[in-house]
């Protein structure tokens, strides 16, 4: 398998649910990034992970707890959310240290909280 | 503060027709790379075309091509003799050279539907 993957594609839970998403990459990158997309705004960094450690984290609400076991590997673990949580949930994968490496993503899970 | 726009919430073109999509970019960098991202209605961010601060010549690929005129902070996208499935959101992004964690900003997107 190439690329960038994430699952689930699709994800609808409640408030008080707990679930996780799931990101890997095959590219041999060294970082890996969260990405929230909501409609009509842009693309909102959530989380970066360089080398395994995290160099980002942009004031995002403690209901998000991300994971990176390795430099293949990205979770974001989702507890408590609101209905404002509901948007698209990009992975992407890159090399820092060198700006002119374009992101790859992954397909998204478009996760809706009921 | 970097700061990525695009003016262009919908555009349309017709088949076979040539379309350019606008991005201007503001950034105190004195390198960085401009990148233009395609996504489709299943979601997935494709990656089209890069250009570099610093390259003399615009970028190609295939149908893609940016029009960089770096005095005036713009990238905008061309596509050449449009295809149907060429329908889809383009996002314009920026990676300045300086950031750690290779931090991209992106647009807020145009929307491009080609008519048959």
């Known amino acids: 398998e190439t690329g960038v993957t994430q699952t689930p594609r699709h994800l609808v839970m409640g408030m008080t649910n707990k679930k996780s998403l799931k990101c890997e990459q095959h590219l041999g990158h060294n970082a890996m990034y969260w990405y929230k997309q909501s409609a009509k705004k842009p693309l909102e960094l959530m989380f970066v992970?360089?080398?395994?450690?995290?160099?980002e984290n942009n004031s995002v609400p403690s209901r998000f707890s991300p994971e990176c076991p390795n430099s293949s590997h990205l979770f974001l673990h989702l507890h408590t959310l609101q209905p404002e949580d509901s948007a698209l949930y990009l992975c992407?994968?890159?090399?820092?240290?060198?700006?002119?490496?374009?992101?790859?993503f992954g397909n998204g899970t478009r996760l809706t909280v009921t | 503060a970097q700061k990525i726009t695009q003016t262009q919430p919908g555009m349309f073109v017709q088949e076979k027709e040539a379309v350019t999509l606008d991005c201007t970019y503001d950034t105190s960098d004195p390198s960085y790379g401009l990148f233009w991202y395609k996504q489709p209605s299943s979601g997935e961010m494709i990656f089209l075309i890069y250009q570099g601060s610093y390259d003399q010549q615009n970028a190609t690929e295939g149908r893609y091509s940016l029009n960089f005129q770096k005095a005036r902070k713009s990238a905008n996208l061309v596509i050449s003799a449009s295809q149907l499935g060429d329908s889809a959101m383009y996002f314009c992004?920026?990676?300045?050279?300086?950031?750690?964690?290779?931090?991209?900003?992106f647009g807020t997107g145009t929307s491009l539907t080609v008519i048959p």
């Open positions: 992407a994968s890159g090399d820092t240290g060198d700006w002119d490496s374009a992101l790859h």
């Open positions: 992004a920026i990676s300045p050279g300086t950031n750690t964690g290779n931090q991209f900003y």
């Open positions: 992970y360089s080398l395994e450690e995290r160099v």
